[in-house]
């Protein structure tokens, strides 16, 4: 059975980075297409970004040019980089393989 576990989140000011990172256990993560969600208080959960097995990748309107999502085979694990944070960046991050298997997610605060 695949697990996937989310770090990297925390509280950042506006404007500021951070770096999550996704790792799964029981798959290659590079065969897979992986995908980062998040859910706002409030708020029904909205696509942010995916890594497709052959890595070309994908982002929402919102993020892009400022998220990044990347992947390290040698480390089995996806990561999203973002920058210049908003505070409607608030939210639970989710990260899932191929939208089956879902991490429990980690909590990024924007706030001054």
């Known amino acids: 059975q695949v697990q996937v576990v989310e770090s990297g989140g925390g509280l950042v000011q506006p404007g500021g980075s951070l770096k999550l990172s996704c790792t799964t256990s029981?798959?290659?993560?590079?065969?897979?297409?992986i995908s980062w969600y998040r859910q706002a208080p409030g708020k029904q959960r909205e696509f942010v970004a995916r890594i497709f097995s052959g890595g070309s990748t994908y982002y929402a309107e919102t993020v892009k040019g400022r998220f990044t999502i990347s992947r390290d085979n040698a480390k089995n694990t996806v990561y999203l980089q973002m920058t210049s944070l908003k505070p409607e960046d608030t939210a639970v991050y989710y990260c899932?393989?191929?939208?089956?298997?879902w991490g429990q997610g980690t909590q990024v605060t924007v706030s001054s």
């Open positions: 029981g798959s290659t993560i590079s065969r897979y297409n």
């Open positions: 899932t393989q191929d939208s089956r298997s």
